[in-house]
C-alpha cells in the first residue's frame, strides 16, 4: 500500500485481473473502468407518538453498482465466451462467477497504491464497437459486470 502523499495519483495507470488463474482471466489491458463504488440504502422511520415531526435514519442494506470495464477489440472472445457461460446457464454456474482484481499503480507502473476487489462478479451486459465506414476511431469493446461485494484496501 501506498503511502499518504500530498498530490493525487493519477488515474491512467491500472491493472484488471479476471479471475485467478492466469487461464480463467481476460487477455489484454482496459482502457477504461468506471462505477467503482458502494452505496448504502437509508430507511426513514417516525413513530406516531414521537415529538418531533422528523423521521430518524437508520442504516439498511448496502449494494454495489455495476461495473464497466471498455477494451481495445484485439480479436479475443474471452469476455464474450464468459458472458456466454452466463447466458446459457452453464453448469455449475457458480463456477462462472470469478474475482476481479483492480488495481491503482504509481507513477512506476509497479507500486500498487489501492485496491478493488469485486467478488462473485459476473458479466450482465456486453456492448460491440461502434462500426463506421468514415471513422478513424479504435474498436472499443465494453463490459458490464455485476459484484455481490466490493473491498478497497
Known sequence: MAELRDRPY???????????APTDGAIAGFQEVSGLGIEVTIAEYRAGNWKTNSPIKITGTYKVPDI??????????DLYTWLDAIRTGAQP??????TVTINLLAEDHVTV???????????????G???????TDLAIEELVLSSELIEIS
Open 68 to 77: 464497466t470495464l471498455k477494451r481495445g477489440l484485439i480479436g479475443s472472445l
Open 93 to 98: 454456474i457458480a463456477s462462472q462467477y470469478k
Open 10 to 20: 493519477c488515474q491512467f495507470n491500472f491493472t484488471v485481473a479476471v479471475g485467478s
Open 113 to 127: 497504491v489501492q485496491t478493488w476487489k469485486l467478488t462473485n462478479a459476473r458479466p450482465i451486459k456486453y456492448t
Open 129 to 135: 464497437p461502434s462500426l463506421m465506414g468514415k471513422g
